[in-house]
């Protein structure tokens, strides 16, 4: 039997991720091609022939799912304080004290073959964690205020709608792309104010896509040299080894 027989017969298995962590990342998965394959469209709406019609639609479709992925994030920093030892927030922020050398020692490690493996995060998953994190959070913060800006949907939607309306008594005739009832210098104010989201916005997401691109390719590479378990784990919650992990 060569080296490669006997390592698979002594990998162990350890339970990692959580249920509710897997729940999370599958959710978040989905909400984010949801948003990004609408929001592409949305982009190049005028490009595309849509219709005003069609763009308040596509929006709404938005900012729906925006609401999943906003619930989704909400959810997991609230687990990241009572869930499992994995999931929180120590195991997944790159702040404990001797982090830079752990990096070193595991860069070193990977590219020599000699592995350092980690049942939860390695300190390299830890800053791509914490990328996509702010990406994440920073893309639904801004993404509610455009929200309300453009199509007065919650939870700012009825703030801007006072803000912009003429006649507060008939403040339920606004509706999105309607003049109707606008004050018109309110509501170049209004735009005015909206427009540094629109730009943080934009330019999060192109930050966001280079972020899912090189994280998809480091659980690749990972898998391929460390067989870990790494991409299966997030079905099962269980990685494993063939020596005992950090």
Same mark, same amino acid.
């Given at each position: %039997?060569?080296?490669?027989?006997?390592?698979?017969?002594?990998?162990?298995?350890?339970?990692?991720?959580?249920?509710?962590?897997?729940?999370?990342?599958?959710?978040?998965?989905?909400?984010?091609?949801?948003?990004?394959?609408?929001?592409?469209?949305?982009?190049?709406?005028?490009?595309?022939?849509? !219709?005003? /019609?069609?763009?308040?639609?596509?929006?709404? $479709?938005?900012?729906? $799912?925006?609401?999943?992925?906003?619930?989704?994030?909400?959810?997991?920093?609230?687990?990241?304080?009572?869930?499992?030892?994995?999931?929180?927030?120590?195991?997944?922020?790159?702040?404990?004290?001797?982090?830079?050398?752990?990096?070193?020692?595991?860069?070193?490690?990977?590219?020599?073959?000699?592995?350092?493996?980690?049942?939860?995060?390695?300190?390299?998953?830890?800053? %791509?964690?914490? %990328?996509?994190?702010?990406?994440?959070?920073?893309?639904?913060?801004?993404?509610?205020?455009?929200?309300?800006?453009? $199509?007065?949907?919650?939870?700012?939607?009825?703030?801007?709608?006072?803000? *912009? *309306?003429?006649?507060? !008594?008939?403040?339920?005739?606004?509706?999105?792309?309607?003049?109707?009832?606008?004050?018109?210098?309110?509501?170049?104010? %209004?735009?005015?104010?909206?427009?540094?989201? $629109?730009?943080?916005?934009?330019?999060?997401?192109?930050?966001?896509?280079?972020?899912?691109?090189?994280?998809? !390719?480091?659980? *690749?590479?990972? /898998?391929?040299?460390?067989?870990?378990?790494?991409?299966?784990?997030?079905?099962?919650?269980?990685? *494993?080894?063939?020596?005992?992990?950090?």
């Amino acid at each position: %039997m060569n080296s490669k027989d006997t390592s698979f017969h002594t990998l162990k298995e350890y339970p990692v991720w959580d249920r509710t962590t897997r729940w999370f990342h599958w959710i978040n998965v989905l909400a984010v091609i949801g948003l990004i394959g609408v929001g592409l469209v949305i982009l190049y709406a005028k490009t595309l022939g849509v !219709s005003t /019609e069609g763009k308040i639609l596509l929006k709404t $479709i938005h900012v729906y $799912i925006g609401y999943v992925l906003c619930l989704n994030l909400a959810w997991r920093i609230i687990w990241a304080f009572i869930g499992n030892k994995y999931a929180r927030w120590k195991a997944i922020l790159p702040c404990e004290k001797g982090f830079f050398t752990a990096l070193r020692e595991y860069k070193t490690g990977f590219s020599t073959g000699n592995f350092q493996y980690y049942k939860g995060h390695n300190p390299a998953a830890k800053l %791509m964690i914490t %990328m996509l994190f702010i990406a994440l959070t920073t893309q639904a913060i801004t993404g509610l205020v455009l929200a309300g800006t453009d $199509i007065y949907y919650p939870p700012f939607g009825q703030t801007i709608k006072e803000w *912009v *309306v003429e006649d507060a !008594s008939k403040i339920e005739v606004l509706k999105p792309y309607s003049k109707e009832n606008i004050n018109k210098e309110k509501y170049a104010e %209004m735009r005015e104010f909206r427009k540094p989201f $629109i730009t943080i916005h934009l330019y999060c997401f192109y930050i966001l896509l280079i972020f899912i691109v090189l994280h998809i !390719s480091a659980i *690749v590479i990972t /898998e391929i040299r460390e067989r870990s378990g790494l991409i299966s784990a997030m079905f099962t919650g269980r990685k *494993v080894f063939p020596k005992k992990p950090i």
